[in-house]
């Protein structure tokens, strides 16, 4: 009897444990949805698509909630077809690795303990793009897809604040190169950055720009990566001004689009399909947060404002402050994430993530805002909260919460 009361006592705790964890794991926090100010029928002539996905640990739920000509849908569900906003401006299926040459040296090398290391006034830079296109083999673990090497006229300087470190493994013949704060000796990096690298894919073609900042010098150029007989190609298409950064590289329509800074100011250029510079608009002199494209309409933000730029003609529509946009009732509590912008008949429509912070309870959360706005009038203000109606109070912390949204 005493091993029966055993068993049932150690059943019954791990029914326990496991309805509590199948309860944290996969429960369904519930939507609130009101307006704040306006008529809800202000939305009537868009389509906003949200996505709640209530993760803990590798698990994760879904739920959408839809407003269409003025009416609100919802539905939850274990998977969602709502895809999240990606930065257009690098196509995260290509692998851009950067290599360096003929690296000249102001130091001997110092001997490690399984490597040795040097500092380098300067290297040429060397990249490498590895593209999805073609024919990818396996051979005995080795992996070799398509690629193509490029070298352009850029090269990595130390400065007065940093300064180059190569350093070779004893067993290893290339040599990997660190960035070192010469006034933090604590901070070093590798300066290889795939994601910095701008690179998008028009129909067969892809278009590459490589990043250039304050420890490269040289002129750059736009390449197109084409494929012919399943080998990668590049064409050195026009050159770039060396006084401007390159921030981020789109595609519309068959012509190339950069997010620049020359002389302390963002401008907005375009390109034709061979490189050719079309023409400019100059934004503002803050730096740029956000970008999001719908058709022929691209919505750029800074710090301050929310620009229109309609991409066929280069002119600014319209324009819009931020300060209107992020109103509430406890700023310094709150911080705004933008999910998406759409300019339709003469209106900004705004879905912006909300981060918040309770001091009362401790406690943080993740609400969604929808904005419109028009002629710098507050046309509408609507707010889903995600809310926990349960005895057990799973979603105590709401950090543990994400939405994302994008507009039609």
Same mark, same amino acid.
């Given at each position: 009897m005493k091993?029966?009361?055993?068993?049932?006592?150690?059943?019954?705790?791990?029914?326990?444990?496991?309805?509590i964890?199948?309860?944290?794991?996969?429960?369904?926090?519930?939507?609130?949805?009101?307006?704040?100010?306006?008529?809800v029928?202000?939305?009537?002539?868009?389509?906003?698509?949200?996505?709640?996905?209530?993760?803990?640990?590798?698990?994760?739920?879904?739920?959408?909630?839809?407003?269409?000509?003025?009416?609100?849908?919802?539905?939850?569900?274990?998977?969602?077809?709502?895809?999240?906003?990606k930065?257009?401006?690098?196509?995260?299926?290509?692998s851009v690795?950067?290599d360096?040459?003929?690296?000249?040296a102001?130091?001997?090398?110092?001997?490690?303990?399984?490597?040795?290391?040097?500092?380098?006034?300067?290297?040429?830079?060397?990249y490498?793009?590895?593209?999805p296109?073609?024919l990818?083999?396996?051979?005995?673990?080795?992996?070799?897809?398509?690629?193509i090497?490029?070298?352009?006229?850029?090269?990595?300087y130390?400065?007065?604040?940093?300064?180059?470190?190569?350093?070779?493994y004893?067993?290893?013949?290339?040599?990997?190169?660190?960035?070192?704060?010469?006034?933090?000796?604590?901070?070093?990096?590798?300066?290889?950055?795939?994601?910095?690298?701008?690179?998008?894919?028009?129909?067969?073609?892809?278009?590459?720009?490589?990043?250039?900042?304050?420890?490269?010098?040289?002129?750059? #150029?736009?390449?197109? *990566?084409? $494929?012919? !007989? +399943?080998?990668?190609? =590049?064409?050195?298409?026009?050159?770039?001004?060396?006084?401007?950064?390159?921030?981020?590289?789109?595609?519309?329509?068959?012509?190339?689009?950069?997010?620049?800074?020359?002389q302390?100011?963002?401008?907005?250029?375009?390109?034709?399909?061979?490189?050719?510079f079309?023409?400019?608009?100059?934004?503002?002199d803050?730096?740029?947060?956000?970008?999001f494209? #719908?058709?022929?309409? *691209?919505? $750029?933000? !800074? +710090?301050?404002?929310? =620009?229109?730029?309609?991409?066929?003609?280069?002119?600014?529509?319209?324009?819009?402050?931020?300060?209107?946009?992020?109103?509430?009732?406890?700023?310094?509590?709150?911080?705004?994430?933008?999910?998406?912008?759409?300019?339709?008949?003469?209106?900004?429509?705004?879905?912006?993530?909300?981060?918040?912070y309770?001091?009362?309870?401790?406690?943080?959360?993740?609400?969604?805002?929808? *904005?419109? $706005?028009?002629?710098?009038?507050?046309? =509408?203000?609507?707010?889903?909260?995600?809310?926990?109606?349960?005895?057990?109070?799973?979603?105590?912390?709401?950090?543990?919460?994400?939405?994302s949204?994008?507009?039609?």
């Amino acid at each position: 009897m005493k091993k029966v009361r055993v068993f049932m006592i150690v059943s019954v705790v791990l029914i326990l444990m496991s309805t509590i964890t199948f309860a944290i794991l996969y429960h369904q926090p519930d939507l609130e949805y009101q307006t704040i100010h306006g008529d809800v029928s202000a939305l009537q002539n868009i389509k906003v698509n949200m996505k709640i996905n209530t993760q803990r640990y590798e698990n994760s739920s879904h739920a959408s909630l839809t407003f269409e000509k003025g009416n609100m849908h919802t539905n939850i569900d274990k998977k969602s077809n709502i895809k999240m906003m990606k930065d257009l401006s690098f196509d995260d299926s290509v692998s851009v690795y950067i290599d360096y040459k003929n690296a000249k040296a102001n130091s001997e090398w110092k001997k490690q303990d399984k490597y040795k290391n040097r500092t380098v006034s300067q290297a040429d830079m060397v990249y490498t793009i590895f593209l999805p296109t073609g024919l990818a083999v396996y051979n005995n673990q080795n992996y070799h897809p398509m690629n193509i090497t490029i070298n352009p006229e850029l090269t990595m300087y130390s400065n007065d604040d940093y300064e180059i470190i190569e350093e070779l493994y004893d067993e290893s013949t290339n040599s990997i190169y660190r960035l070192q704060d010469l006034h933090d000796q604590d901070n070093i990096y590798a300066y290889s950055n795939n994601n910095t690298n701008l690179i998008v894919q028009d129909q067969d073609d892809y278009y590459f720009v490589p990043y250039r900042d304050a420890y490269t010098k040289g002129t750059s #150029h736009i390449y197109r *990566i084409y $494929i012919k !007989d +399943e080998k990668a190609y =590049y064409e050195e298409l026009a050159s770039l001004p060396e006084h401007q950064k390159e921030l981020k590289l789109y595609t519309y329509n068959h012509k190339l689009y950069m997010i620049v800074k020359k002389q302390g100011d963002y401008y907005f250029q375009k390109y034709d399909e061979k490189g050719n510079f079309l023409k400019e608009v100059k934004l503002s002199d803050k730096r740029i947060n956000y970008i999001f494209i #719908h058709n022929h309409i *691209i919505s $750029i933000m !800074d +710090e301050d404002n929310c =620009y229109i730029v309609d991409m066929d003609t280069m002119k600014i529509l319209d324009q819009c402050s931020l300060e209107m946009v992020e109103k509430s009732d406890n700023n310094k509590n709150v911080s705004f994430r933008y999910e998406d912008i759409l300019y339709k008949d003469n209106t900004f429509y705004f879905v912006a993530k909300i981060y918040g912070y309770l001091e009362e309870t401790n406690v943080s959360y993740t609400n969604m805002e929808i *904005i419109a $706005i028009k002629g710098n009038k507050e046309l =509408y203000r609507g707010l889903m909260k995600l809310e926990s109606k349960t005895d057990s109070q799973v979603y105590t912390n709401y950090s543990y919460v994400d939405v994302s949204a994008n507009l039609e």
